[in-house]
């Protein structure tokens, strides 16, 4: 994936964001949804606008990274070893997130909502790269290193959403902007025999430091989908979906994306 192709996907997830956002807007001003209906949550009020909604969430997430660079923006050495893009490349791990959201009602079907969340987040991958050895005696030869790549990013994330509530679920469509409060990076590299040294003639080579040059603001476009599930005439519980995809590279190596997606449970109070 090069750098053009990878603007290119940028650009056609925020055309797709902003043609689903215009078309809610159409739906909302549609006489089909701006008839009257008596209130979901309080049906003895003649009302089209429910009562504002506070939600608490906590879920876990699955992180997918991919980039064709290293993560401090220095390339792949093709033609030299073999095996480096399957770790570095592409690398997924788990996380987990809390959320709090405000849910303001335009009626019974139509939602504006304004969410706030910690997202910790991580990926990981490992395994053997062949690549040079090189012996005292200065001479080199292929062998083969064991490899292991780690980050951790914690998130405090913003997302404004349009909903589109139904009898017993729900489906969300928004955007996600995210500040990054912290970032660690580890990297581990050896051969397994101690007569093979690396290029700067050691055995093992141990990086652990901040994401280089990570990009404060991270950004995503967002699809949910959830269930409902009435405990009382206040309380709603619902399993929910959150994809994150992300359309902004998380730090100095251009081509690197991270989505984020997660699995919630969340306790809705009508307020």
């Known amino acids: 994936m090069n750098l053009n192709n990878n603007k290119y996907l940028y650009l056609v997830k925020i055309k797709i964001l902003i043609f689903s956002i215009l078309l809610l807007n159409l739906l909302l001003q549609n006489d089909l949804y ?19 909604l506070l939600s ?4 876990i997430n699955l992180s997918n990274y991919f980039n064709d660079k290293f993560l401090d923006n220095s390339p792949f050495d093709i033609g030299e070893v073999s095996g ?11 996380g987990y997130n809390f959320n709090s959201e405000l849910e303001v009602p335009l009626n019974s079907n139509f939602s504006y909502l304004f969410g706030l969340s910690y997202i910790k987040s991580n990926f990981n991958s490992s395994g053997i790269v062949e690549e040079f050895c090189y012996k005292s005696d200065s001479t080199k030869i292929l062998s083969n290193t064991n490899n292991s790549f780690k ?16 009898s017993d679920n729900y489906f969300t469509l928004g955007f996600v902007t995210s500040y990054c409060i912290n970032s660690n990076y580890e990297v581990s590299r050896f051969f397994s025999s101690k007569n093979c040294k690396f290029k700067n003639m050691e055995n093992e080579i141990k990086i652990n430091s901040e994401v280089p040059k990570v990009v404060n603001l991270h950004y995503a476009f967002r699809l949910g989908y959830g269930l409902i599930y009435r405990l009382s005439n206040t309380v709603e519980w619902s399993p929910e979906l959150l994809f994150n995809f992300g359309i902004y590279p998380i730090n100095k190596s251009n081509n690197s994306d991270l989505g984020i997606y997660s699995l919630n449970s969340s306790f809705r109070f009508s307020l």
């Not at 480096?84 to 788990?94: A, T, V």
């Not at 990013?153 to 589109?164: A, E």
């Open 34 to 52: 701006s008839q009257k209906f008596s209130d979901v949550l309080t049906p003895s009020k003649k009302t089209n606008t429910p009562n504002y």
């Open 56 to 59: 608490i969430s906590a879920g």
């Open 84 to 94: 480096e893009y399957d770790i570095y490349g592409s690398s997924s791990g788990i």
């Open 151 to 166: 980050v951790n990013l914690d998130y405090i994330s913003f997302s404004p959403s349009i909903k589109l509530r139904l």
